[in-house]
């Protein structure tokens, strides 16, 4: 199969000198996981929703404390960027992404961009394939975990040293909850000002005493925690169903990974990496 028959087109893109808060929105409305950076259309750079979480994380001076609708997209983006041909065969995209360990590759046809194929169009690629094997035979058995009153800050630090897109959390049983993602860290972490502790306010309102009028007195701030901001009810999987199921799971519910689950442990985490180790 060529690239041209599995790519996603068209492709969101942005400009260098746009802002992080028009990629943020962008990657929000269109549902999709990274843009193109174009400058007078030529490809010159991608951002990801991974960029944009771990980023905007960083002390470095130039966009320390400045509102993300003023930080440029450059400033972000990845400029390592690696493209395939639109007549090139999938199982060369496959062998790029993982040499180079990206999810996603620009595709272009006379140098011009046309497309885009991604992990996700590769879950579609494994499932035409046919084949029978089972989710613990290519799931990963060893899974980041964290409490649920672990803070925020605990998480993200969790994520970068395990190099995980992901992490379950468990309640004072180790049963699994709840999951954080890169996906909703993008979000929620390009908001606050980088170095600061992310944190919550809850305002307690009481009546005035004329007109009852709805007034803020207080407001208290406390630390995000990961329940605050982990997704729940969980979508799981047992590590004896077909990999094909937990790959269509994953298209239909647009998630990146599935904690395996068995006997109401958990057990392992199928991700879309595990399909491209698969096939590579």
């Given at each position: 199969m060529r690239?041209?028959?599995?790519?996603?087109?068209?492709?969101?893109?942005?400009?260098?000198?746009?802002?992080?808060?028009h990629a943020r929105n962008l990657l929000l409305s269109k549902k999709v996981g990274r843009l193109v950076v174009v400058r007078e259309e030529e490809p010159v750079?991608?951002?990801?929703?991974?960029?944009?979480?771990?980023?905007?994380?960083?002390s470095a001076p130039e966009w320390r404390r400045r509102p993300i609708d003023?930080?440029?997209?450059?400033?972000?983006?990845s400029e390592r960027l690696i493209t395939i041909r639109s007549d090139a065969d999938v199982e060369e995209a496959i062998?790029?992404?993982?040499?180079?360990?990206?999810?996603?590759?620009?595709?272009?046809?006379?140098?011009?961009?046309?497309?885009?194929i991604t992990s996700t169009d590769?879950?579609?690629?494994?499932?035409?394939?046919?084949y029978d094997e089972r989710v613990r035979d290519i799931m990963k058995s060893e899974v980041p975990v964290v409490h649920r009153y672990h803070s925020l800050n605990s998480v993200i630090e969790e994520m970068e040293e395990k190099d995980a897109k992901r992490v379950i959390v468990v309640d004072a049983g180790n049963v699994p909850i709840g999951i954080i993602t890169t996906s909703s860290l993008a979000y929620l972490t390009v908001i606050k000002t980088s170095g600061e502790v992310p944190e919550k306010e809850v305002k307690?309102?009481?009546?005035?005493?004329?007109?009852?009028?709805?007034?803020?007195?207080?407001?208290?701030?406390?630390?995000?925690?990961?329940?605050?901001?982990m997704s729940s009810p969980l979508i799981t999987i047992s590590p004896e169903e077909k990999a094909s199921k937990a790959a269509s799971i994953m298209l239909k519910e647009r998630i990146g990974g599935l904690p395996v689950i068995e006997d109401r442990e958990?057990?392992?985490?199928?991700?879309?990496?595990?399909?491209?180790?698969r096939l590579g």
């Open positions: 690239v041209e028959e599995l790519m996603s087109s068209p492709v969101f893109c942005v400009n260098p000198e746009d802002s992080v808060a750079g991608i951002v990801t929703k991974t960029d944009l979480a771990r980023r905007l994380r960083e003023r930080i440029p997209v450059k400033l972000v983006m062998k790029l992404m993982r040499e180079h360990e990206i999810e996603g590759l620009p595709v272009l046809e006379d140098e011009r961009l046309v497309g885009i590769i879950l579609s690629y494994y499932i035409s394939k046919g307690f309102v009481r009546k005035s005493e004329s007109g009852g009028r709805r007034i803020y007195r207080d407001v208290h701030r406390f630390i995000l925690v990961a329940e605050d901001v958990l057990v392992g985490l199928i991700e879309k990496r595990c399909f491209l180790e």
